[in-house]
C-alpha cells in the first residue's frame, strides 16, 4: 500500500508541477491531499485495523478523527483560507459522526445509527443542486479555485467512516481491502459485460446516452481511470456495498433483500444527477448497482466491486455521450 502510495503520489505531484502549481498553499494542499489518500489506502492493506485496535483500542477511531481534523487545519492554514467558521464545520464533520458512532459501540451491525451515519456521509458529499449555487465542499476546500474540493471531501468522509465503521464499530464483512482472490477475474469480467448488455441498449432506447467515442482524449485514459477508481468507485462501493448492503443484509437477516434494496438505493442516489429528477439515470444506476452488489457478494471485496464500477464508468466516459 505505501508503494502504489508513493506512485500515485508522486504522478499526481508531477502533472500538478507541469500545470505550474508551486509555493506554499501547494505544498499545504499536497500535504494534506498526500496523507489523506495515505489513510485511504493504508486502511485497505490486511491487518491494519486490527493492529491499530490492539494498541489503541476503543480510542482508535477518535484519534483518527483527530488525525483528519488535523489535517484540515494543515490545509487551511497553509492556504490562507481559515475561518472558525470554516474550522467549526470541518470538527463537527469528522467528531459529530464518531459521536454517533460511538453511541452505538456495543450494538450489533444495523442500528439506526449505523444508517443515519450512511444516509449523512452520502447527503455531506453529494453535491446537491440549490437555488443559491452554495457548495459546502467548494467552501470548506476554496484552493486552488476550488477544483479539488470534490476530491478532498471525498478522501475526508471516507477517513470518518473508516474511523466510526472500522474502528468503532467494528463492522464486519466490509471487504476494505486491495487483493486478488479466486476466480476474481471472471466476476469482474462477467459483471462487466453482463451489464453492458443490458445498459447499452436501454440507455440507447431510452435516449440516455449515444455513442460517441471520444478519440482524442484517449491520452489521458490511464489518468481518468485511476481517478474514477480511487475518487469514484472506491469510496462509493465502500459506502454503498462495503456499507450498506451489508448492514440492510444484517438487518433483514437475508443477502437477497440487503443486495436488492442498497441497489435500489444507490439507483435514486443518482437522482439529481444531469438535473432533477433524472428518472433515466436512477433506472441505469439502480441495475448498476445490483452487478457491483454481486461482484461484491461473490468476491467480499469492495474492490473488485470497484473495478467493475470504474471500468462502466471510464467506458461511458471515452465512448458515449449523455443526452
Known amino acids: 500500500m505505501l508503494g502504489l502510495w508513493a506512485v500515485l503520489t508522486l504522478t499526481g505531484v ?26 485511504m489506502l493504508l486502511f485497505a492493506a490486511r491487518g491494519v485495523e486490527t493492529t491499530l485496535a490492539a494498541r489503541f483500542g476503543t480510542s482508535a477511531g477518535h484519534l483518527l478523527g483527530a488525525a483528519l481534523f488535523l489535517l484540515y487545519l494543515i490545509y487551511a492554514l497553509g492556504t490562507n ?22 453511541s452505538a459501540e456495543r450494538k450489533p451491525a444495523g442500528t439506526w445509527q449505523d444508517f443515519l451515519l450512511v444516509a449523512g456521509i452520502w447527503v455531506a458529499v453529494k453535491p446537491f443542486p440549490n437555488r443559491w449555487g452554495f457548495s459546502m465542499s467548494h467552501w470548506l476546500w476554496p484552493f486552488p479555485g476550488a477544483r479539488l474540493a470534490y476530491i478532498m471531501t471525498i478522501l475526508l468522509f471516507v477517513g470518518v467512516a473508516l474511523a466510526a465503521f472500522v474502528l468503532l464499530r467494528h463492522i464486519d464483512g466490509v471487504g476494505y481491502s486491495i487483493g486478488w482472490g479466486h476466480r476474481w477475474g471472471f466476476f469482474i469480467l462477467a459483471s462487466f459485460f453482463a451489464f453492458a448488455c443490458i445498459a447499452i441498449p436501454l440507455g440507447t432506447g431510452m435516449h440516455f446516452i449515444q455513442f460517441e467515442p471520444q478519440w482524442g482524449e484517449w491520452k489521458s485514459l490511464p489518468l481518468t481511470g485511476l ?6 468507485a472506491w469510496p462509493e462501493e465502500f459506502l454503498f456495498r462495503g456499507l450498506l448492503q451489508n448492514l440492510l443484509s444484517r438487518a433483514s437477516k437475508s443477502e437477497i433483500a440487503g443486495w436488492w434494496t442498497a441497489s435500489v438505493l444507490f439507483g435514486f ?33 469492495i474492490f473488485a466491486s470497484a473495478l467493475v464500477h470504474a471500468a462502466v464508468d471510464t467506458t461511458w466516459h471515452f465512448l458515449f455521450r449523455t443526452l
Open 269 to 301: 442516489s443518482h437522482i439529481t444527477n444531469l438535473g432533477f429528477p433524472n428518472w433515466r439515470y436512477v433506472v441505469l444506476a439502480s441495475i448498476a448497482g445490483i452487478f457491483y452488489g454481486w461482484t461484491w457478494r461473490r468476491t467480499g471485496s
Open 227 to 232: 481517478g474514477i477508481l480511487f475518487f469514484t
Open 14 to 39: 508531477l502533472y500538478a508541477v507541469w500545470q505550474g502549481y508551486a509555493g506554499r498553499a501547494f505544498a499545504a494542499t499536497l500535504t494534506a491531499f498526500a496523507l489523506l489518500f495515505l489513510l
Open 81 to 102: 483560507t481559515f475561518t472558525f467558521g470554516r474550522a467549526a464545520t470541518a470538527a463537527a464533520l469528522v467528531f459529530l459522526p464518531l459521536a454517533i458512532a460511538a
